[in-house]
C-alpha cells in the first residue's frame, strides 16, 4: 500500500513562496500520475497540478504561472513550488497518486497539509 506524506505547509503572507513536498514510501516511477489537490473550507477538494509518468503537466487556471509541479523518481518526492500566494490559496493541499494497469486502478491520498496565506 503506497504511503504519501505531506509536509512544507505553513502559515505565509500574501506574495510568499512555499514549496510542499509528498514523500512515497514506494517508487513514484510506477505511478501514472501524481498530483495536488487542494480544499479550502467549505469548498469541494480541486485539482491543482498534476504530473504524468512522461513527465507532462497541467495547472489549474488560477495558479498557472505562479505554480509548478515537479517530481524526484530518485528520491520518491513529488514538489509543488507555490508563489506569488494570495489568500485564495489558503487551503489543506493533498497529495494523490494514481496507478492504472489492465484490469485494475489504484488511488492513493496523503493525509494533507496546510497552507494559510494572511497578513
Known amino acids: 500500500q503506497l504511503q504519501l506524506v505531506e509536509s512544507g505547509g505553513g502559515l505565509v503572507q500574501p506574495g510568499g513562496s512555499l514549496r510542499l513536498s509528498c514523500a512515497a514510501s514506494e517508487d513514484i516511477a510506477r505511478m501514472n500520475v501524481m498530483s495536488w489537490y487542494r480544499q479550502a473550507p467549505g469548498n469541494q477538494r480541486e485539482l491543482v497540478a498534476t504530473v504524468t509518468a512522461a513527465r507532462m503537466k497541467n495547472y489549474a487556471d488560477s495558479v498557472k504561472g505562479r505554480f509548478a509541479i515537479s517530481k524526484d523518481n530518485a528520491k520518491n518526492t513529488v514538489y509543488l513550488q507555490m508563489n506569488s500566494l494570495n489568500p485564495e490559496d489558503t487551503a489543506v493541499y493533498y497529495c494523490?497518486?494514481?496507478?492504472?494497469?489492465?484490469?485494475?486502478?489504484?488511488?492513493?491520498w496523503g493525509q494533507g497539509t496546510q497552507v494559510t496565506v494572511s497578513s
Open positions: 494523490y497518486a494514481k496507478r492504472v494497469a489492465v484490469g485494475y486502478k489504484r488511488e492513493f
